[in-house]
């Protein structure tokens, strides 16, 4: 499988992980570190970060993190029992969406913003698998700001990987990656300053 490398950095090297039932891509620079201290700087003042609830044994649970749900109007998201409309396109991540599309050659229509406080902030193991997102969704993930560690396990196989996500930096994950393998962004005590992760995703229109 091959791809174009991201035109907003065309120098940087793109890294491949073949795994079994899985195609990752990685781009370690896709933003150079100016702008992406830009857009991290942007994003924390400007987007209306939520800590939202989900429902886990029937007890509603603040999640350990902040975020934004955004894209065009008909992406609505259902997620651990909440469903969750779209804010509107923020002009710089509608741009970035559509840069992003175009260097991957894949549609994204909205994106899913975690901020992390710091190391205490996390997220558990899951996968990207709702239905709305259709058979093997390509899910494109940007992260500014603390790099952290991602973990990703297979869900049959005796099979991990753990990569460090840096600011500016670009994973895809494609094939069937959310079908057989789950991740997650674990705890770090030794992080101390903030990471915002884009998500960027595709729902077809009914
Ligand atoms: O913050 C990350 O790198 C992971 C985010 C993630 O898995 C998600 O938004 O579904
Ligand atoms: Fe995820």
Not at 113 to 141: K, R, V
Not at 153 to 167: G, I, N, S, T, V
Not at 191 to 196: G, L, V
């Amino acid at each position: 499988m091959t791809r174009a490398t991201p035109s907003d950095n065309r120098n940087q090297n793109c890294r491949h992980f073949s795994l079994p039932d899985a195609e990752l891509f990685y781009w370690p620079a896709y933003l150079t570190a100016p702008a992406a201290d830009l857009l991290q700087q942007q994003l924390s003042r400007e987007l209306h970060w939520q800590t939202a609830s989900i429902r886990i044994y029937g007890r509603e649970v603040a999640i350990p993190r902040r975020q934004v749900w955004m894209g065009e109007p008909h992406c609505r998201y259902r997620y651990s029992g909440t469903d969750f409309l779209p804010e509107p396109w923020h002009p710089r991540l509608r741009e970035l969406a559509s840069q992003i599309s175009q260097a991957l050659q894949h549609p994204f229509n909205c994106v899913l913003l975690n901020q992390y406080a710091d190391g205490q902030d996390h997220m558990g193991w899951h996968a990207d698998d709702e239905p709305e997102l259709g058979l093997a969704p390509q899910i494109a993930s940007l992260s500014l700001g603390q790099s952290r560690r991602f973990d990703l396990k297979h869900r049959q196989l005796e099979c991990q990987l753990q990569l460090l996500l840096q600011h500016g930096s670009l994973l895809l994950m494609a094939g069937t990656c959310q079908q057989y393998w789950q991740h997650r962004l674990p705890k770090q005590a030794q992080a101390k300053a903030e990471r915002i992760n884009l998500t960027f995703r595709y729902i077809a229109p009914k």
